[in-house]
């Protein structure tokens, strides 16, 4: 009798798991990801040992935290450039704002190096707390303040006690500018920061060069797969950039690096910018893409770039052009490039 009252009470229990998993898939299927991770999480504190909504949840993670965090982490050249920096700059008097905690690594770091008080702020919430545990872990939790915030909603006085006389960042993608580091900049340094702070990174240039590559550009447009044209799908093409690591590719240079922009994050304004460059091919072939990258100085010392060949976490940025280029030795081309403090984007007369 007993036994059965307890199938009975479990039988609701059972159901409405099953319920929130088939929510959590179409949440899923919605690309709803926030959503599905709750329907996954509450399956798991009825059934804490259901697979399938351990599957759903980490399915979910895995949208909502991008994987480049790991090879990110792993980075020992692009942490050890940081550290070094933040240590140059930072004393006992040093208030830290970090703008993008991630795991909060760039926040440890300056607590170590002894600032004064260090505040971090992530708006994707899952990264929140798990730069709030993970301060926690590395015993630095009365020494850093973890926010669940973007870091345009900061307030001083209400989220920060004070304005911070230091910034760190490194809200950077691999074409320098696609993760919003001008306008989180710009923000901080009307809103957040004393008017004498300093700022890591300081500055940044982008580099470009013009290559041959079919294969390269082949990862962006098609004509005919089994004697089909199937051209037509060449309307969802990626029209700006995407990263790939250059290295991987054959490719020909057919024109040496140049530079493109540069930014003083430490300076003046950063403003939407149109130029024109002029480059000479140095040898013939068919201009297929533009592969471009960044060197970002930390300090007056330090600096770090994603340049071809290099082995930091940043693949370089590649955007192909819209129509396949015969070149000749010594051609002059024309290039016509443009940012708006979000994408930088070429194109080639």
């Known amino acids: 009798m007993k036994e059965n009252a307890v199938a009975t009470a ?43 909504a351990q599957r759903g949840r980490n399915r979910a993670y895995c949208q909502i935290i ?17 550290e070094k920096a933040l240590t140059n700059a930072i004393d006992s008097d040093t208030v830290v704002l970090d703008i993008g905690s991630g795991t909060g690594l760039l926040a440890m770091m300056a607590a170590r190096a002894g ?21 926690e872990r590395n015993g630095l939790a009365d020494r850093i303040v973890t926010l669940d915030k973007k870091s345009t909603s900061l307030v001083v006085g209400n989220q920060m006690t004070s304005k911070a006389n230091l910034l ?43 290559i041959e590559s079919a294969r390269l550009r082949n990862l962006n447009t098609v004509q005919t797969a089994a004697g089909f044209d199937v051209s037509l799908i060449n309307r969802y093409a990626t029209a700006q950039y995407f990263p790939v690591r250059l290295a991987a590719f054959e490719y020909t240079p057919l024109t040496d690096p140049f530079e493109v922009f540069h930014f003083d994050f430490a300076g003046g304004a950063i403003m939407a910018e149109q130029k024109t460059i002029t480059v000479k ?33 940043w693949e370089q940025a590649l955007q192909c052009l819209e129509r396949e280029l015969p070149l000749r030795a010594g051609d002059d081309l024309v290039i016509e490039a443009e940012h708006d403090c979000h994408i930088i984007s070429f194109k080639i007369r």
């Not at 929510?23 to 504190?45: I, S, T």
């Not at 760190?168 to 702070?197: F, M, Q, R, W, Y």
């Not at 091919?281 to 600096?303: A, N, P, V, Y």
Request: charged fraction near 20%; proline fraction near 4%; hydrophobic fraction near 45%.
């Open 66 to 82: 991008p994987r480049w965090h790991f090879e990110m982490l792993n980075d020992v050249q692009r942490n050890a450039a940081f």
């Open 10 to 52: 479990s039988k609701p229990v059972v159901e409405t798991a099953a319920e929130l998993l088939v929510k959590g898939e179409a949440h899923l299927d919605n690309q709803q990801f926030a959503d599905a991770l709750n329907c996954f999480e509450m399956a798991l504190c009825l059934e804490a040992e259901n697979p399938v």
């Open 281 to 313: 091919t140095k040898r013939e072939g068919t201009g297929h893409c533009i592969i471009f990258w960044f060197d970002m100085q930390l300090d007056e010392e330090i600096s770090i770039s994603n340049e071809p060949g290099s082995i930091t976490h």
């Open 115 to 135: 600032a004064k008080e260090t505040i971090t702020c992530e708006m994707v919430a899952p990264l929140a707390e798990l730069a709030r545990e993970t301060i």
């Open 168 to 210: 760190v960042t490194e809200t950077v993608d691999c074409a320098l500018l696609g993760e919003g580091i001008v306008p989180s900049i710009a923000h901080a340094k009307a809103n957040l920061l004393t008017d004498d702070a300093r700022i890591v990174p300081c500055a940044a240039t982008v580099y470009a060069m013009v």
